[in-house]
């Protein structure tokens, strides 16, 4: 299959150069809903190449996992059977290690740092790296922060996790997270998760805000305070298959990446529209925001990243190390 996929485009650009203008038609995936931040930003990707070469190159949009999950999306991409796709950084992380890094808890201190790192020199690197999993990074996208909230224990500080049960996603990093900072973490199936805050069986859980709010899986209704401690900012991340990418010529390269870019505010801003507006819905419901001293947080993950210092060498420290 990713022998025929090549050869179409190589029969694509031969038409083009023998002045047939066909179009190239590039297929895109996302495994979230329409409307969806990220669904959003590949649509002006798709609009914004279109317009740029003059209509003779379309990315058709298939989301709501159309074509597959994000793991089977990002192995079809690397065969050249999709053409490009969105996806959490953490899976890419199987497949090109060193962007496993971003899912380290508390790296980022705000989310000024978080974007000065993914569009700075390091993000840049990252993308690129990619190449080594037979794939080109085209773009970060932003998916917010995760934070904790609670049923009965307010969170101010560490010390106020001691002993609490939280759930938590089922990831190593995850749970060492949780042993660092003292609480309990508890695997359960995500679809438990509000009886269980119900019924006392869990203290708090873990998510973004339009998760836990009217728009998500409405774990503000039993668990009313909500902690803005930012322990992950996971971007997401837009790419191309590299044996598609590569045979594009340079010009078409260079319009396919000033779209990717092109999209990335536009994705922001509807991530960040979606965020205050479920923030105000949970604050009109009595939900109770709490903001917290990071700096105490990522002081509490020095365990953490040693152990992981051997796997992402002195990648961490540079992040960490971002003005």
């Known amino acids: 299959m990713r022998t025929f996929r090549v050869l179409a485009i190589t029969l694509v650009l031969a038409l ?30 798709a609009e914004t190449l279109e317009a740029l070469s003059g209509g003779r190159i379309t990315m058709e949009v298939f989301p709501g996992g159309q074509l597959g999950d994000e793991r089977s999306t990002i192995e079809q991409v690397q065969l050249g059977v999709i053409d490009v796709v969105r996806t959490s950084t953490s899976p ?13 808890p508390f790296i980022f ?15 840049f690197e990252m993308l690129e790296g990619l190449r080594e999993a037979d ?5 970060y996208y932003d998916s917010g922060s995760r934070n904790f909230y609670t049923a009965e224990t307010p969170i101010r500080s560490v010390a106020d996790l001691e002993g609490l049960r939280i759930r938590t996603q089922q990831s190593q990093v995850v749970l060492d997270m949780m042993e660092a900072l003292g609480a309990d973490a508890v695997p359960l199936a995500f679809g438990e998760v509000y009886s269980s805050l119900q019924t006392g069986v869990i203290d708090g ?18 668990a009313p305070y909500f902690t803005e401690n930012a322990h992950a900012r996971v971007p997401e991340i837009v790419m191309i298959s590299a044996t598609v990418f590569d045979v594009l010529s340079a010009e078409d390269q260079a319009l396919v990446r000033q779209a990717a870019l092109a999209s990335v505010p536009v994705q922001a801003a509807a991530w960040a529209a979606l965020v205050e507006e479920s923030k105000a819905a949970v604050i009109e419901a009595g939900s109770e925001i709490i903001t917290v001293d990071l700096g105490e947080f990522q002081d ?7 152990k992981y210092e051997p ?13």
């Open 16 to 45: 083009v150069a023998g002045g047939f203008a066909q179009e190239i038609v590039l297929r895109a995936a996302d495994n979230q809903p329409p409307t969806y931040p990220t669904v959003l930003g590949l649509n002006h990707m």
């Open 92 to 104: 890419v992380g199987e497949f090109y290690a060193p962007m496993g890094v971003y899912s380290l």
């Open 109 to 123: 201190r705000s989310e000024e740092h978080f974007w000065r790192v993914v569009q700075g020199p390091i993000g």
């Open 135 to 139: 794939m080109v990074g085209l773009a």
């Open 205 to 222: 859980a873990e998510n973004n805000y339009p998760s836990y709010g009217p728009s998500g899986v409405r774990h503000y209704e039993v």
């Open 300 to 306: 509490a993950m020095g365990p953490v990243y040693e």
């Open 311 to 323: 796997i992402f060498g002195d990648l961490l420290q540079r992040i960490l190390d971002t003005p």
